[in-house]
């Protein structure tokens, strides 16, 4: 921003010359050279694209699951769905979980596991991939299952986030850090939300006074 900042100075500088001079006009080109490159880089294609895999340990969670998908779309984050069980299958969930790691697309786990959640910590321990919990809680049992996600051995680093938009979001933003496109959408639906609270502060000011 600082860069961009000078370069823009520069240029009101050259406008506010009463001669043009060859040494300005130089100046000029480099200062839209500087532009054309950054925006070059703004329309260069990914060679690739991150990804979110939300494996769930049962198709009764499917509805969780696609509150995640349907969130990652909005950021332009491709999600793909998967059932496996760490409790019941932890061989096929390693399978799973190589399938992924071999193509060299950056990925975000989603583990998505009521009860005694496993799935979470088996992906975390033997990945180096960001991990998510997820979990679906229920009314009877949210308060006492939260904390086989929240409780993790020593050596695990996978986080919990409860609301199936929030764990899209923050897979977006480890995305965002080197996609363009994906930052863009975050920083827009970041806008909008401080427009809505300007509106709506707005609203009540009127309302009070």
């Known amino acids: 921003r ?14 506010d010359l009463k001669e043009v001079t060859p040494e300005a006009l130089q100046m000029v080109k480099r200062n839209f050279e500087w532009v054309a490159e950054r925006v070059e880089l703004l329309l ?7 990804r979110v895999v939300v494996l769930m340990g049962s198709t009764s969670d499917l509805g969780h699951c696609e509150k995640i998908k349907k969130a990652c779309g909005n950021y332009g984050v491709s999600c793909e769905l998967r059932v496996t069980s760490a409790h019941k299958g932890p061989d096929e969930t390693l399978r ?16 998505v596991a009521g009860r005694s959640n496993g799935l979470g910590p088996v992906l975390s321990g033997n990945t180096a991939y960001p991990v998510v919990n997820c979990p679906p809680l229920s009314a009877d ?8 996600s929240l409780r ?58």
């Open 2 to 15: 600082r860069n961009q900042k000078h370069q823009s100075i520069k240029l009101q500088s050259y406008r």
């Open 44 to 50: 260069k294609p990914q060679t690739t694209q991150g």
């Open 96 to 111: 799973i979980k190589a399938e992924y790691e071999g193509d060299g697309i950056p990925t975000v786990f989603v583990a």
């Open 141 to 148: 049992w949210g308060a006492q299952d939260i904390w086989s």
């Open 152 to 209: 993790m051995p020593t050596g695990l680093g996978c986080s919990t986030i409860l609301s199936p938009e929030g764990a899209a979001q923050f897979a977006a933003q480890i995305f965002g850090l080197n996609d363009h496109c994906v930052w863009a959408k975050l920083r827009s639906c970041i806008l909008n939300t401080w427009i809505s609270l300007k509106q709506a502060d707005k609203k009540m000011r009127e309302y009070t006074l």
